[in-house]
C-alpha cells in the first residue's frame, strides 16, 4: 500500500506562486508514476500534471507554462511548482499514484492523498 500526502497549499494573490509537495511512504517511490489532480467548487476532478518514473512531465494545457512537475526520489516527494496563479487555479489540489503509463483520469489512479486547499485571490 502507498500513502500520500499533501501540503504546500494556502492562499495567494493572483499572478503568485506557490508549491505544492507529495510526499510517498510504502513501497518503491520510483517504481509508479505520480499524477496531480483538482477539484475546484461545483465541478469535476480534473487532471493537471503527471510525471513519470523517468522523470517525465506531462500538462492540462490550462496549466502548461505556468506549472511544473518534478520528483526527488531520495526524498520520496514530488513537487508542483505553480506560478502565475490565477484565480481559476482555486480548488482543492490531490496527488495521485499509479504503476505503468500516465492517465488523465481520476479513475486510473490507485492511490490517493487527502488533499491540500489552494486559494487564489483577484
Known amino acids: 500500500q502507498v500513502q500520500l500526502v499533501e501540503s504546500g497549499g494556502g492562499l495567494v494573490q493572483g499572478g503568485g506562486s506557490l508549491r505544492l509537495s507529495c510526499a510517498a511512504s510504502g513501497r518503491t517511490f520510483s517504481d509508479y508514476g505520480i499524477g496531480w489532480f483538482r477539484r475546484a467548487p461545483g465541478k469535476e476532478r480534473e487532471f493537471v500534471a503527471h510525471?513519470?518514473?523517468?522523470?517525465?512531465?506531462i500538462y492540462a494545457d490550462s496549466v502548461k507554462g505556468r506549472f511544473t512537475i518534478s520528483r526527488d526520489n531520495a526524498k520520496n516527494t514530488v513537487y508542483l511548482q505553480m506560478n502565475s496563479l490565477k484565480p481559476e487555479d482555486t480548488a482543492v489540489y490531490y496527488c495521485?499514484?499509479?504503476?505503468?503509463?500516465?492517465?488523465?483520469?481520476?479513475?486510473?489512479?490507485?492511490?490517493w492523498g487527502q488533499g491540500t486547499q489552494v486559494t487564489v485571490s483577484s
Open positions: 510525471i513519470t518514473t523517468s522523470g517525465f512531465g
Open positions: 495521485a499514484g499509479r504503476y505503468g503509463s500516465w492517465a488523465a483520469i481520476p479513475q486510473g489512479y490507485e492511490f
